[in-house]
């Protein structure tokens, strides 16, 4: 009988991840990840974006890195001048570096910052990717709270006070200040200049994201961190949610002394990130950035209210969500009964995926009883449907269902209705 498998994966290194299972496809109900309105892809535009630049540039194809290591120069021109708007930022081409989306970024920093045993501090609830780098590379994390009003400032200073005495330098403080992930809320523009007294005051870094600053309800957010002191922070943004997850284009921008490090840990890693992307993306954006972006938060404004009012109308007060303030994401919370994890395989067998909060925790039993959900890639009316199927738990536990109860039946949790953003949102905090 031939033997079937790979003769030597005994040869596997230990501290790999979990084997990844099969891909079996997309749910029919698919409210996980960063996707975005597969309506709102300007497929004929970038197609004629690419012609273009094809006619244009396309020789440039035979070089590795035609404009250097930094990434096109058309596309590091436009992050200049985007950036120049709303974030408020003051840079050359010079200071930006164009990355294999902002996963790469964080990658990036984490080479130039962290080594195993180091302490990194983030906010609570943070993005998935950046804790779980963290944790692969050893780190020591520690979660800061957050509220209404983003990272809370006072608490912080405290946290960095204890490890100061405990002769404890955190290699940089981690924050989504702008639409935060997976909240959605927004720093304000005192607890930003507070925060950067206390990156000063003990010498610690701000790594800043703003991956999701450009999909504002409202463009009256305060400027970034990196744009109230350039020399304290490093910034980082995406083109995957304003335009397409797939293209995987994200940039740094960073003062010369980080940038050149930055630059030489790339050069490391591949030989660049693709140019057909980076020139179809610049040739598009900067005719067409301010209209494709009002369209698309138009378009994510509207699914928002139909999740809220979803959620309203098939849980009634069963559910706790937080209104973001821009975004794809709407972070929502069961009674305290409910462990998310355990509806994870039911909730497939009903054709729904949605991310389990604990996963978006750095004290993951902080928030076993929360969920992501991502509300850019289902339609409206794959939005009302989901939100109507009973999804039964696997497990004996004491809540039987997550859909808000019978008629005459007492709701085993009583926590603000959906429709009223950030009412209690201090209510569920746990990491002090």
């Known amino acids: 009988m031939t033997a079937s498998g790979f003769a030597c994966s005994d040869r596997f290194v230990k501290a790999l991840p979990p084997p990844a299972p099969r891909w079996s496809g997309f749910a ?9 309105d597969p309506t709102r892809i300007p497929a004929a535009a970038l197609a004629e974006a690419a012609q273009t630049v094809l006619r244009r540039n396309g020789a440039n194809l035979a070089l590795y890195n035609s404009d250097g290591p930094q990434g096109f120069r058309g596309l590091r021109a436009f ?23 902002s996963g790469q970024g964080l990658d990036l920093v984490n080479r ?7 302490t990194v501090l983030l906010e609570e609830f943070s993005y998935q990717g950046a ?8 780190a020591n994390v520690v979660p800061a709270p957050l509220d209404d009003d983003g990272l809370r400032t006072d608490a ?8 100061a005495h405990k002769g404890i330098v955190p290699k940089y403080i981690y924050t989504i200040p702008t639409i935060q992930n997976p909240t959605g809320s927004i720093l304000t523009r005192e607890r930003r200049q507070e925060l950067i007294a206390l990156s000063r005051k003990h010498g610690v870094p701000i790594f800043e994201d703003e991956c999701y600053a450009d999909l504002l309800w409202n463009a009256d957010a305060p400027p970034s ?41 790339k050069r490391e890693s591949d030989s660049g990130t693709g140019a057909l992307e980076q020139m179809v ?29 979803a959620l309203a109308k098939e849980f009634g007060t069963a559910v706790e969500a937080w209104r973001p303030k821009g975004g794809i994401f709407l972070w929502i919370k ?45 339609s409206k009316d794959d939005i009302r449907m989901s939100a109507a199927k009973p999804i039964e738990p696997c497990v004996t536990c004491r809540a039987s269902r997550w859909r808000k109860p019978s008629p005459g039946r007492k709701a085993r949790s009583k926590v603000s209705c959906a429709r009223e953003p950030y009412a209690h949102m201090s209510k569920v905090r746990r990491a002090q």
């Open 28 to 36: 029919r109900y698919n409210f996980i990840g960063g996707h975005n």
């Open 79 to 101: 992050v200049v001048d985007k950036v120049a708007g709303r974030p408020g930022i003051a840079c050359s081409v010079d200071d930006v570096l164009i990355t294999s989306g």
């Open 112 to 118: 130039l910052l962290v080594e195993r045993g180091d």
């Open 131 to 138: 804790i779980s780098k963290l944790r692969r590379l050893g």
């Open 156 to 163: 912080l200073g405290r946290i960095l006070d204890d490890l």
């Open 225 to 265: 961190l990196y744009a109230m002191d350039p020399r304290q922070v490093i910034h980082i943004g995406s083109f995957s949610k304003t335009l397409a997850p797939a293209l995987r284009l994200g940039y740094v921008v960073a003062h010369w002394d980080v940038m050149s490090r930055l630059v030489a840990c």
């Open 281 to 309: 993306v610049a040739e598009y954006f900067s005719k067409e950035f301010g209209k494709h972006v009002g369209e698309l938060t138009k378009v994510l404004g509207d699914k928002l209210d139909t999740m809220v009012d």
């Open 334 to 378: 069961l009674p305290d009964a409910i462990d998310v994890r355990k509806l994870i395989e039911p909730a497939a067998a009903a054709g729904i995926a949605f991310n389990p909060g604990p996963d978006w925790a750095c004290e993951p039993a902080a928030a076993t009883s929360h969920m992501r959900l991502c509300f850019a890639l289902p």
